[in-house]
T-cell receptor
Framework: GESVGLHLPTLSVQEGDNSIINCAYS??????FIWYKQESGKGPQFIID?????DKRQGQRVTVLLNKTVKHLSLQIAATQPGDSAVYFCAENTYRGTSYGKLTFGQGTILTVHP | DGGITQSPKYLFRKEGQNVTLSCEQN?????MYWYRQDPGQGLRLIYYSQIVNDFQKGDIAEGYSVSREKKESFPLTVTSAQKNPTAFYLCASRAQETQYFGPGTRLLVL
């Protein structure tokens, strides 16, 4: 089956820097993408999503960019704070028959923010 | 965690024992999901339910069972047939395309 993966397993930044977390996907039919944040011992928390008909979407301190040409997704966090330290992973959704509503998840990137 | 609750937070299983993990949601979502998370791996789908009284096997259903008698509840039973049950179990429910997760249950084997 097709999968979603991440370029970098770990990312360390200084407080106040901008962070960029990357994700590569291989299913060109994917219609919808989500970024989640997962703190240690907790369930994943929805951050932001983007549909395949968009290139960019902004939230509070976060921006997701989608490049369908190279099948690449990125999450940008502005002015990174220690509370942003967590595992971040992307997920894709392909609307196709019985796959509706089933997400494929990447393994995750560990973001560590140093004060 | 929104309106999704999972209990217990920690669960210990003895050899040959079946254990049941609870998942409840008050979000009025039709679809619910169970995932397993192992260190260094992505989430893997165990079972999912698109509507009450219906559920489908995911990618790693062997050794697990579910029921969906009520819209709000989607319990997962880890049976004795599951030989490597130690993991973090996550329940989710879906609104349109987005899945929202509960806080998780960590299952350990004694």
């Amino acid at each position: 089956g097709e999968s979603v993966g991440l370029h970098l397993p770990t990312l360390s930044v200084q407080e106040g820097d901008n962070s960029i977390i990357n994700c590569a996907y291989s299913n060109s039919a994917s219609d919808y993408f989500i970024w989640y944040k997962q703190e240690s011992g907790k369930g994943p928390q929805f951050i932001i999503d983007i549909r395949s008909n968009m290139d960019k979407r902004q939230g509070q301190r976060v921006t997701v960019l989608l490049n369908k040409t190279v099948k690449h997704l990125s999450l940008q966090i502005a002015a990174t704070q220690p509370g942003d330290s967590a595992v971040y992973f992307c997920a894709e959704n392909t609307y196709r028959g019985t796959s509706y509503g089933k997400l494929t998840f990447g393994q995750g990137t560990i973001l560590t923010v140093h004060p | 965690d929104g309106g999704i609750t999972q209990s217990p937070k920690y669960l210990f299983r003895k050899e040959g024992q079946n254990v049941t993990l609870s998942c409840e949601q008050n979000l009025n979502h039709d679809a619910m999901y169970w995932y397993r998370q192992d260190p260094g791996q992505g989430l893997r789908l165990i079972y999912y339910s698109q509507i009450v009284n219906d559920f489908q096997k995911g990618d790693i259903a062997e050794g697990y069972s579910v029921s969906r008698e009520k819209k709000e509840s989607f319990p997962l039973t880890v049976t004795s047939a599951q030989k490597n049950p130690t993991a973090f179990y996550l329940c989710a429910s879906r609104a349109q395309e987005t899945q929202y997760f509960g806080p998780g249950t960590r299952l350990l084997v004694l």
